[in-house]
């Protein structure tokens, strides 16, 4: 097959045309991609999940062990319901130098640039290799990549850097917090509400244990770690969502609630969840019966990322955007599932704006994507 030197705005609108919402299929858009990268001669392993409908697909410029850079994005967008589009969101749209489309900037965006260099470094003898890691089902907790953090485990060669193109508008993230999303299920004893005090209301148990969530918020607050480069500069515990009763005359059984710990990298959720459980037990006790039940299940996890900022890594990804600072960023990514599970450095640096993400009329400027094609130039630049 004849390679074709795509731009990477020609890249996205094709990729834009697969409506990958999370928990969809993806397979098209990675057999495309797959094929194109086969064109220059770079073979792609692809990780189906169960039923082969969405998969991961990983890379290599060239055929070497040696550890390259590994550029990682996501495939899956957040899907379109309720909200007003003015144009087909998986039909690429210019207008007034915006490219409008699901996934433009979240992150569809970079994954295009990051294709097209791939097909430029295979028409390269690099000293380095790229790598290209294209996962699936991120936004709903970072849940598709697992298989590909578990082929880069075993792997002999590990990607010695890892940059994720989550849009930063290409300033240089080196961190963001970890998430843990659970849900909880208060037991108590049904009754007639008429002789409540004899019943064991769920709810009661319910807000005992929101209350329980607040105070260990004080308590990271007062005595967690503190880092002033977020908007909320410590971990944060969240109660969501509340579920519990039937009726009014009815004392409930079952109360159930979602809540989640955003914690910064170095604040361990382990520690949090045993502090807890260590004050759900002692309130159970003020219950007196065993049939007051509250316990827990985790939805999913991922780690937050923490790179220290006079890594190699910085300051290599600063040289080719070409700025001094970092930032953090407020949104989780695969960066810390890469970092803490395969041990890779990793930063997060791409394209585009999260303003613009998960919105109706989602946008990336064509400004943008000029830069991150720069990026890449650079980047294939100090490989060879
Ligand atoms: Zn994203």
């Known amino acids: 097959m004849a390679s074709k030197n795509l731009s990477s705005i020609e890249i996205l609108e094709k990729l834009i045309s697969f409506p990958t919402i999370s928990r969809t299929p993806n397979i098209e858009l990675i057999n495309w991609v797959s094929e194109l990268l086969g064109s220059f001669g770079v073979k792609s392993t692809i990780l189906r999940n169960e039923d082969g409908s969405r998969a991961n697909l990983f890379a290599t410029s060239s055929d070497t062990l040696e550890p390259g850079i590994m550029l990682s994005g996501h495939t899956d967008v957040v899907p379109t319901d309720g909200q007003n589009w003015h144009t087909n969101p998986f039909e690429l749209k210019q207008s007034d130098g915006k490219l409008f489309g699901r996934g433009t900037a979240d992150m569809k965006g970079f994954c295009a640039s990051a294709i097209r260099i791939m097909c430029a470094a295979s028409q390269n003898k690099l000293s380095t290799p790229l790598h290209l890691a294209l996962s699936f089902d991120e936004e709903i907790g970072c849940i598709g990549v697992r298989s590909l953090i578990e082929m880069l485990k075993t792997s002999p060669v590990k990607p010695k850097m890892c940059i994720v193109g989550e849009p930063t508008l290409l300033a240089v993230a080196s961190g963001h917090k970890g998430k843990i999303a659970l849900q909880t299920t208060c037991k108590g004893i049904e009754g007639h509400s008429a002789l ?24 990271m607050i007062n005595k967690g770690n503190e880092d002033n480069d977020y908007d909320v500069p410590y971990t944060t515990l969240h109660v969501g969502k ?16 979602d809540w989640e710990i955003r914690n910064l990298a170095n604040d361990s959720t382990e520690t949090i969840l045993t502090r807890v459980k260590e004050l759900v037990e002692l309130k ?33 990804v600063r ?28 930063v ?25 094609d720069l990026m890449m130039t650079n980047l294939l630049t100090s490989l060879k």
């Open 348 to 372: 997060v640096c791409g394209p585009g704006s999260m303003l613009q993400g998960h919105k109706p009329n989602e946008f990336i400027t064509v400004e943008q994507m000029d830069r991150c």
């Open 284 to 316: 159970l006790q003020e219950y007196k019966s065993p049939k007051a039940e509250i316990f827990w299940r985790e939805t999913f996890s991922y780690p937050g990322l923490g790179t220290d900022i006079n890594s190699e890594i910085i300051n290599f």
């Open 319 to 346: 040289s080719l955007t070409g700025t001094n600072n970092t930032i953090k960023v407020a949104f989780g990514t695969e960066g810390g599932l890469f970092h803490k599970e395969v041990g890779i450095p990793t």
């Open 242 to 257: 509340m579920n519990g009763g039937v009726a009014l005359n009815i004392v409930p059984n079952l109360c159930t609630i």
């Open 196 to 219: 409540a005090p004899l019943a064991l209301n769920a709810l009661h148990l319910g807000t005992d244990f929101v209350n329980i969530i607040r105070e260990v918020q004080n308590e």
